[in-house]
Each structure stands twice: as C-alpha cells, then as structure tokens.
C-alpha cells in the first residue's frame, strides 16, 4: 500500500477506533496501572458529578480496565496523586505530569474570571486560613455573598475557591459527597512540575499538541468543528486546519478513506502498526459493554453516527417532555457495534434496575444477546455494589 493511502471498509474502521479505545478484544488495560495507562494514551476523561449508576469517568474506565472498582480512581487522584482534576475538555482528570501544559490556561485565569474583584477581597484571607489549618470547603467559609459565576449565581466562598483552584494556587485535595476540599498546590504537586513553565515555544505549538492529543484521545477524528476539539485555548477553524496540515506534513498524524466517508479520517502515526494489524483482519474477541454518556470514543457523535450508524444524545439536560429515552442512558457496544441503549439505576436496597432497555431496530432479541447482556448487567450492578439485577427481562 503506498504511503498515506489506507482506504478501510467502515467495519475495519469501526474495529481500529475500538482496538485503540480498548473496547474490543480481550481487555489489555488492567488495575492501578491499566487506568494510568488508558488516561495517558486519552489525555484525559472528562468528569461529571451526576451519580445515577457511577459517575462518568467511573464509567469509562469500568468498560476497559479489568478489576476496575469506584475506589480505585479515588485512590489515584488523592492519595497517590498521579492523577488530578482540572481543565482539558471541559472539566476532566488527567495525569499529574501535563500540569505544565496547562500554564496557559492557568496564567488566562489568573488575569481574569468573573467577579473579579469582590473575589480578590476574600482570596487573601481564604489563602491564609488554608495554609494555617489545612484542606477547606466553600462551608468553612462565613462568606455568604452571592456573585455571578460560570455555572450560575453562587456563593462568594465557592467562586474564590474555585478561582484559586482555576489559577493553580489550590488543588482539589478530597472530596466528601458532593463537596471539595481544596488545599495549597505545592503542598501535593513536585516543585519540579510547579516551577517548570509551559513546555510549549510558542501558541501553535500548544495547538498542535492538543490536537494530537485529542485524536489519540478517540483514535480516529475527521478535521471539523467537533466537541472533541472543546477547551483548547485560542483555537478556531483556521487555527484547526493548520494545525491538521502541520501534524499531516510532520508525519504526526496520517489519514485513511473509510467508505461512505465523504471526508478523510485522521489517526496517530504511532497506531499505524494496530492498523496494519486490523488489516489482517483478525478475529475478534467480542465483548458487551455499557458506554458512558461523555466516553472519549462518543466525543464526536457525528461521526459516531457516519461510522457506526447510531445517533446518541445525552438527554440529561433535556426537559422530560422532550425526551426521547431517558435522564440518564447508557449506550451498549457488543463487539464492534452499538447495539442499543440502557437506562440503569444504582437503588438504595443494592439492585440494579434496568429501567428501560432499547435495541436498535436491526437488532434481533435473541437468546444469545440476551445471555451477554444478562452477564454484562451482572458485571455492571457487581461493579456498583448491588447485589441483584432487576427490569430488563421480568
């Protein structure tokens, strides 16, 4: 094949994007170690708080890693501090070692964020009591004023934090439920990391780098607008499109023809030897997972919905009226398709209840699908502690 003239069949495709996440074939991403790795190649995952069957990054990593369990993320993000949260695409968790890359958006911060000046009335004070008496929450805090803030009108004591947190002054240093507790950055972050400055020369170079990033972070990725593109600092089309033409001329990224494209796809070099594999056509391990709602693989739904045919929309957001689905709904890849969907709910009394089950319409119930997907389910209720399934074939 000549170079930078791979021409795949939408199932070969479909199998190098799945390959590269780890959703198909035998699980290679395993513990402690298996998570480090999966949000290294990702870059990141992104975090949302919303617990209805395990948070989304829980969920994520719960499809890929083998042993995966809740405490483990925990563990990783504030005990051993190889992990830590702050912004990439939108809020996300990524390794300790990119706290460098981020300089920029934290210098961003540090010149402006909302309400600006009733928060550097409080900051120093706020510093102060933290570094005398430790880790702190917005309700340690008697500073009940209201200010405008990005996600809605809130406490004076919240946005401050937040806005220390934003500029890398603190990190998250637990939580407690729904609250953050939030201490000094260089008590938990190596000096080494806290004084290296940004590793980037110059803007484009940044660019280039979340860029790369971000299709490794999918594995294959088209050059359009994309909500897999979201949080990169100062990047618009054209910013885009040079960045595509750098990586492509540096022999970074290269590009494939899939049928019924109408458009290349792009991938990372360094996966050129995963494609060549899928080439060969192997025979693949099935497997029957439940997806997240913000999973890497469906951060470009359009073109999840080109490659695979399936259109998902996370109605969390949408009035119930409108809804098509449900709250909080779950997509199902069996093998190397997406199958259905799910609405799944961790109850009080340890029972998993599938509310709602939706197979796409060229999908048969059969009794083999319903064996993997009784055993999928089973996994899934054990991985948030319940002890019986209920719902989905009563």
């Given at each position: 094949?000549?170079?930078?003239?791979?021409?795949?069949?939408?199932?070969?495709?479909?199998?190098f994007?799945?390959?590269?996440?780890?959703?198909?074939?035998?699980?290679?991403f395993?513990g402690?170690?298996?998570?480090?790795?999966?949000?290294?190649?990702?870059?990141?995952?992104?975090?949302?708080?919303?617990?209805?069957?395990?948070?989304n990054p829980?969920?994520?990593?719960?499809?890929?890693?083998?042993?995966?369990?809740?405490?483990?993320?925990?563990?990783?993000?504030?005990?051993?501090?190889?992990?830590?949260?702050?912004?990439?695409?939108?809020?996300?968790?990524?390794?300790?070692?990119?706290?460098?890359?981020?300089?920029?958006?934290r210098?961003?911060?540090?010149?402006?964020v909302?309400?600006?000046?009733?928060?550097?009335?409080?900051?120093?004070?706020i510093?102060?009591?933290?570094?005398?008496?430790?880790?702190?929450?917005?309700?340690?805090?008697e500073?009940?004023?209201?200010?405008?803030?990005y996600?809605?009108?809130?406490?004076?004591?919240?946005?401050?934090l937040?806005?220390?947190?934003?500029?890398?002054?603190l990190l998250?240093?637990?939580?407690?439920?729904?609250?953050?507790?939030?201490?000094?950055?260089?008590?938990?972050?190596?000096?080494?990391?806290?004084?290296?400055?940004?590793?980037?020369?110059?803007?484009?170079?940044?660019?280039?780098?979340?860029?790369?990033?971000?299709?490794?972070?999918?594995?294959?990725?088209?050059?359009?607008?994309?909500?897999?593109?979201?949080?990169?600092?100062?990047?618009?089309?054209?910013?885009?499109?040079?960045?595509?033409?750098?990586?492509?001329?540096?022999?970074?990224?290269?590009?494939?023809?899939?049928?019924?494209?109408?458009?290349?796809?792009?991938?990372?070099?360094d996966?050129?030897?995963?494609?060549?594999?899928?080439?060969?056509?192997?025979?693949?391990?099935?497997?029957?997972?439940?997806?997240?709602?913000?999973?890497?693989?469906?951060?470009?739904?359009?073109?999840?919905?080109?490659?695979?045919?399936?259109?998902?929309?996370?109605?969390?957001?949408?009035?119930?009226?409108?809804?098509?689905?449900?709250?909080?709904?779950?997509?199902?890849?069996?093998?190397?398709?997406?199958?259905?969907?799910?609405?799944?709910?961790?109850?009080?009394?340890?029972?998993?209840?599938?509310k709602?089950l939706?197979l796409?319409?060229?999908?048969?119930?059969?009794?083999?699908?319903?064996k993997?997907?009784?055993?999928?389910?089973?996994?899934?209720?054990?991985?948030?502690?319940?002890?019986?399934?209920?719902?989905?074939?009563?």
């Amino acid at each position: 094949m000549a170079e930078n003239q791979w021409i795949l069949t939408q199932t070969q495709a479909r199998r190098f994007m799945l390959y590269k996440q780890g959703l198909l074939g035998k699980r290679r991403f395993k513990g402690a170690s298996g998570v480090m790795d999966f949000i290294r190649q990702a870059g990141c995952i992104q975090f949302d708080p919303i617990d209805v069957c395990g948070k989304n990054p829980e969920l994520v990593l719960q499809s890929r890693v083998s042993g995966f369990e809740k405490p483990l993320l925990y563990d990783l993000l504030y005990n051993k501090r190889t992990l830590i949260d702050y912004f990439d695409k939108n809020l996300s968790i990524v390794p300790l070692e990119d706290w460098p890359a981020f300089e920029s958006m934290r210098r961003r911060f540090a010149e402006k964020v909302r309400s600006q000046e009733a928060i550097e009335n409080v900051e120093a004070h706020i510093l102060e009591r933290i570094e005398a008496e430790g880790p702190k929450s917005s309700k340690d805090f008697e500073i009940d004023a209201v200010v405008d803030w990005y996600w809605s009108d809130t406490k004076l004591s919240r946005a401050a934090l937040e806005a220390l947190y934003f500029r890398g002054d603190l990190l998250v240093h637990h939580k407690k439920g729904s609250f953050k507790y939030y201490d000094l950055s260089r008590r938990h972050i190596p000096e080494a990391l806290l004084s290296a400055g940004t590793p980037f020369e110059t803007e484009q170079v940044r660019i280039d780098w979340h860029v790369y990033r971000r299709i490794g972070a999918v594995g294959l990725l088209w050059n359009k607008g994309s909500d897999a593109f979201l949080g990169i600092d100062g990047m618009k089309t054209a910013e885009r499109n040079a960045a595509f033409e750098r990586l492509f001329a540096d022999k970074k990224i290269d590009k494939m023809e899939v049928e019924g494209l109408d458009v290349p796809l792009y991938f990372q070099t360094d996966d050129v030897e995963l494609l060549r594999w899928v080439l060969t056509d192997p025979r693949a391990h099935f497997r029957c997972e439940l997806l997240a709602p913000l999973d890497n693989f469906l951060w470009d739904r359009k073109l999840i919905s080109a490659l695979f045919g399936f259109d998902y929309k996370w109605e969390i957001y949408t009035p119930e009226v409108q809804r098509k689905y449900g709250y909080y709904v779950l997509p199902i890849l069996y093998g190397d398709r997406l199958v259905g969907r799910t609405e799944a709910v961790r109850r009080r009394d340890g029972v998993l209840e599938v509310k709602n089950l939706w197979l796409e319409p060229d999908v048969k119930r059969t009794e083999s699908l319903e064996k993997v997907l009784t055993e999928m389910f089973t996994r899934f209720a054990v991985f948030n502690g319940c002890t019986e399934v209920k719902g989905w074939i009563e």
